[in-house]
């Protein structure tokens, strides 16, 4: 046998289950990257078949092959692969429960000419329709192979893999082709005549481009001249007059009236059909009344089961993150003589930013684990069709409501969920507006500075944040849905899928990919940041070692030189802490608390007595404590589940108890006390953190998901808004202090906020004058 490597690619149109035969045909032994160019997700994977392996290529789902624009970032990648001829064979995957809408894709292929093989998917679905389908029919008139399969449960699978890998010696050319009529055909065969040697040396390809030139097909029509163009224009002309028709809805017309042929020759139907299962879930969850209720306690579990149970296994991966990676790899650097900035370098920066992507791990893999289950159930959908009349007010698709909610417990993966949009502006749109959910890492420092300055109602401020984090993502939205990302949102055309019972294999398959895609490309950016932190951290202005959150490290020098800078908002010169705490923030939101526990401790040492001494590693005991704290954590799960958000941070009875309620010296409360200018003070820093930029996790996400142009507007976009709304929060609050030099700074903020929206006016129809003169 010939060691050749068979290369598959999978097309078919969404929901068709697509992911579920590629993730049975390759298992895990997949691999995933970027299409050329663009974010879309490109899936690979391998498996093999007597003897020979085999490489499939998981395009992305497409109900056409048409290109219609800058949306049509699917079709185009579809296409082209297809046309590159780097496939042996394309295997089109459709519904065998729904086969009339699905063939019309298949004509399309069909018109192409590449070698195929037909896999019907779904097969119990269709069975339990009553649908009988004769695929020896459609064979023999395809001249293709044609299967019947049921992905989840590998029936068929065998056969299509038999076939799959046989292409590496035969060629499964279709034999049937799309009529066009007399008149269309008549003008195909010229327009292809006139086609460049390039474009016609292959008749089939002639013949493909002059199908796509008569129905206006845009990516096309920009490889050729205007004689071309002139000669379409006329041709399409000539078919109007004969036919009576529009050029584009005559080929439309003749494919679905092929496809409907093909169905009606091989598919017949068995006893009455009933209403399906789909049919009575379907009435009560898109229910009028009953349909966003039910939607809201869906996100209510799926936020629960992503913070709750995912937080539970947190200080799991913190703290045997630490044992091994920062402690441990520390003792053996030191023990083996290596200089206090090699170890600060490689155990506190390189071992301490492998450490936070750790810590994210079971939160991102439970979001992603119960998205799985929702996608594969078919849930998905009818989330995104409840929420969309409400979210169009935004300019947003309904699908964008689940991201959204998700950044009330991280950032992270409320960006990465984006990719579930259908276009590029919705996902810009959400992943900026989801900044400004707090999410969980925020709510700490709320509640440390509720203790201190709030002890009465301290849960009304938290409660307060987070609306006000929910109004700045709706005016955010409304801002650049009007100037920089004008225009429509896509449009919401979506099939409903028939309810499937989720597989454990390909939910498994499906988290884990995505997991893994935020471990390797978001890993590399926090490791590499959380290593220019650790290290200004530690070093001294004395260029020693060990300095980590004391008034000595450069990190504090940065704090005390930024206090100018932070005075408009109320922050003292002798409350530098606070300045490191925001620079801190940026590492993590995490780490605000620690920062400021450790720095205002040290500054009122005297009222916690001595510094408590270094304790020996003990790597024992590190990873026994690691593993202790997963049960628990899973034990305070009952108590969280009717406060998933956190909000019951009312204060305790005295500053001790609070104290140890959020996990901080006491100390730390009388010199939080002192240093801020009151509550007013308090709270202009609490709309500082609640705006400013994201952590550096949530940045590479942007960066991931985004680009580098984007990622910077959203760091440089939220940080202004934090600071110019926490200098006008402190300067109304105090402005009976001194008056003139409060409305001096109000009129700097409003001025510079007027200017901003201006520029982003003025640059969003630079780019729309930009866009209409492309178009013409």
């Not at 109320?570 to 606070?578: L, V």
């Not at 991931?704 to 109304?732: K, M, P």
């Not at 700074?745 to 004058?769: E, Q, Y």
Request: glycine share 8%; net charge neutral.
């Amino acid at each position: 046998m010939s060691d050749k490597v068979v290369t598959v690619a999978i097309v078919g149109n969404p929901n068709c289950g697509k992911t579920s035969l590629f993730n049975a045909l390759t298992g895990a032994r997949q691999k995933v990257g970027n299409w050329p160019g663009v974010t879309v997700d490109r899936k690979e994977g391998t498996f093999q078949y007597d003897g020979r392996q085999v490489r499939v290529i998981d395009l992305p789902g497409v109900y056409s092959l048409a290109v219609a624009g800058a949306s049509s970032i699917d079709e185009r990648i579809a296409r082209d692969y297809i046309l590159s001829q780097a496939a042996d064979v394309i295997v089109n995957i459709l519904d065998a429960s729904n086969l009339e809408r699905n063939f019309y894709l298949t004509t399309q292929l069909l018109e192409m000419g590449v070698p195929m093989i037909l896999a019907l998917n779904m097969m119990d679905a269709a069975r339990s329709k009553g649908l009988v389908i004769d695929t020896q029919s459609f064979q023999d008139r395809l001249g293709l192979p044609v299967r019947g399969v049921v992905a989840p449960t590998g029936e068929g699978l065998d056969l299509l893999k038999a076939a799959m890998a046989a292409s590496a010696v035969r060629q499964y050319k279709p034999k049937l082709s799309v009529e066009f009529g007399t008149a269309l055909e008549a003008e195909i065969v010229q327009l292809a005549a006139l086609l460049p040697q390039k474009s016609n040396s292959n008749p089939t390809y002639a013949r493909w481009t002059a199908i796509k030139l008569l129905e206006d097909d845009t990516s096309v029509a920009e490889k050729f001249d205007d004689s071309i163009k002139q000669a379409v224009v006329a041709a399409q002309a000539r078919i109007s007059d004969a036919t009576k028709e529009d050029t584009d809805i005559l080929i439309a017309d003749r494919r679905f009236s092929l496809a409907h042929d093909l169905v009606q020759s091989a598919v017949s139907r068995r006893g009455i059909a009933s209403r399906s299962i789909t049919d009575r879930i379907d009435s009560v969850v898109l229910n009028r009344v009953l349909g966003i209720p039910i939607f809201l306690a869906v996100m209510y579990l799926m936020f629960l089961f992503t913070i709750d149970v995912g937080s539970a296994f947190i200080d799991f991966f913190d703290i045997l993150g630490g044992t091994l990676l920062v402690d441990g790899f520390g003792h053996v650097l030191k023990s083996v003589g290596s200089p206090d900035w090699l170890v600060t370098i490689l155990a506190g920066g390189v071992g301490g930013g492998i450490q936070t992507v750790g810590t994210f791990i079971p939160i991102i893999g439970c979001l992603f684990l119960f998205l799985s289950v929702l996608e594969d159930s078919g849930y998905m959908a009818r989330a995104a069709f409840v929420m969309d009349r409400f979210m169009r007010a935004l300019g947003l698709p309904g699908k964008s409501f689940v991201p959204m909610m998700v950044g009330f417990g991280c950032t992270v993966p409320a960006v990465m969920s984006t990719r579930t949009l259908d276009n590029h502006r919705d996902r810009v749109l959400t992943a900026v507006m989801s900044h400004f959910m707090s999410c969980g890492a925020r709510l700490p420092v709320y509640a440390l500075f509720a203790a201190v300055f709030f002890p009465v109602g301290g849960q009304n401020i938290v409660f307060l944040l987070y609306l006000i984090g929910l109004f700045f993502a709706v005016a955010t939205g409304l801002l650049l849905k009007n100037t920089i990302l004008s225009g429509q949102s896509a449009p919401f055309l979506m099939e409903l899928p028939l309810y499937h019972r989720p597989t454990l294999r390909g939910v498994l398959i499906r988290t884990w990919e995505r997991l893994k895609s935020f471990v390797v490309k978001a890993g590399k950016f926090i490791v590499m940041v959380a290593v220019v932190l650790t290290f200004l951290n530690s070093w001294g202005r004395d260029g020693s070692f060990g300095n980590e959150n004391t008034q000595n490290s450069v990190l504090a020098a940065v704090g005390e030189s930024l206090i100018p800078v932070f005075k408009p908002m109320g922050i003292r010169e002798d409350n530098w802490p606070a300045a490191v705490g925001l620079f801190t923030g940026l590492f993590a939101k995490e780490v605000v608390v620690g920062t400021l526990d450790a720095l205002y401790s040290q500054m009122g040492a005297e009222a916690d007595g001595a510094p408590a001494k270094e304790e020996a590693f003990d790597l024992v005991a590190g990873v026994s404590e690691a593993f202790a704290t997963i049960p628990a954590n899973l034990a305070t799960l009952t108590d969280r589940l009717l406060d998933p958000l956190g909000f019951d941070v009312t204060i305790a009875e005295n500053l001790d108890q609070a104290a140890e309620k959020q996990d901080v010296k006491r100390g730390t409360f009388d010199v939080i006390a002192s240093k801020f200018d009151g509550g007013i003070g308090a709270f202009a820093y609490l709309i500082a953190i609640l705006l400013y930029s994201p952590c550096m996790s949530a940045l590479s996400a942007y960066y991931r998901e985004l680009s580098a142009g984007w990622t910077a507007f959203v760091a440089l976009y939220s940080t202004a808004l934090g600071y110019g709304f926490a200098v006008l929060t402190y300067q109304i609050g105090t402005f009976e202090r001194d008056p003139k030099t409060a409305t001096m700074w109000i009129s700097i903020i409003l001025g510079l906020i007027a200017v901003g929206v201006i520029a982003l006016v003025v640059t969003g129809r630079r780019d729309r004058a930009v866009q209409l003169a492309a178009a013409e």
